[in-house]
């Protein structure tokens, strides 16, 4: 399969924890990464790998991944946080690239 | 410091051409893997299309056929060639530099570095 799946919207109050999912068979063989993109921005990538941070993403950032499931974690959520967040990886014949629908954070 | 500067861009008549470039700086684009991703206005992210460093190229379904990646290694600067461009191609049309990095047996591809974005719009 060359899909991954986010749910469209997720939200969360200013200061906890909020986790964003992303589906997908290819997930099995690669690890997602993870970007945010804010209006009129272009994608910024905050999780590759395993769960490895560019320098200067805060560390309340953090990803994990679980089968065919990769997940974002905001821990601590700021205000600054609300975007949309897109994953990304390689379909299962890590030819083409792949990125998932985007789940928009609102942070109440 | 890495950056990639994008140009070409505007409002295309339906069946038209175009070509986006990207100049590169801070990096060697013939080294590494570079793609094509564009965003229709309110939407998601689509790939369009990757070259590899050895020359080696894919595109999207939508595009195959009618969209050329390339690069000029001598002006260390990528293109995007867009022909017979549809309403459906009107989108903001970003370059980004790809990396591949191992952990164990899985592999990370990631966009370590966007360019600024170029709106293309396709209408009579």
């Known amino acids: 399969s060359s899909e991954l799946t986010q749910d469209p919207a997720v939200s969360v109050a200013l200061g906890q924890t909020v986790r964003i999912t992303c589906h997908g068979d290819?997930?099995?063989?690669?690890?997602a990464s993870w970007y945010q993109q804010k209006p009129g921005q272009a994608p910024l990538l905050v999780i590759y790998?395993?769960?490895n941070r560019p320098s200067g993403i805060p560390d309340r950032f953090s990803g994990s991944s679980s089968g065919n499931t990769a997940s974002l974690t905001i821990t601590g959520t700021q205000a600054e946080d609300e975007a949309d967040y897109y994953c990304?990886?390689?379909?299962?014949?890590?030819?083409?690239?792949?990125f998932g629908g985007g789940t928009k954070l609102t942070v109440l | 410091e890495v950056q990639l500067v994008q140009s070409g861009g505007g409002l295309i008549q339906p069946g038209g051409s175009l070509r986006l470039s990207c100049a590169a700086s801070?990096?060697?684009?013939?080294?590494?893997?570079m793609s094509w991703v564009r965003q229709p206005p309110g939407k998601g992210l689509e790939w369009v299309s990757v070259i590899y460093s050895d020359g080696t190229t894919y595109y999207a379904d939508s595009v195959k056929g009618r969209f050329t990646i390339s690069r000029d290694n001598s002006k260390n600067t990528l293109y995007l060639q867009m022909d017979n461009l549809g309403a459906d191609d009107t989108a903001v049309y970003y370059c980004?530099?790809?990396?591949?990095?191992?952990?164990?047996?899985?592999?990370?591809?990631?966009?370590?570095?966007w360019g600024q974005g170029t709106l293309v719009t396709v209408s009579s």
């Open positions: 980004a530099r790809e990396k591949l990095q191992w952990f164990g047996e899985f592999r990370s591809y990631y966009f370590d570095h």
């Open positions: 990304n990886s390689r379909d299962s014949n890590g030819k083409h690239v792949v």
């Open positions: 290819s997930l099995r063989n690669y690890y």
């Open positions: 790998g395993k769960n």
């Open positions: 801070g990096f060697t684009v013939r080294s590494n893997y």
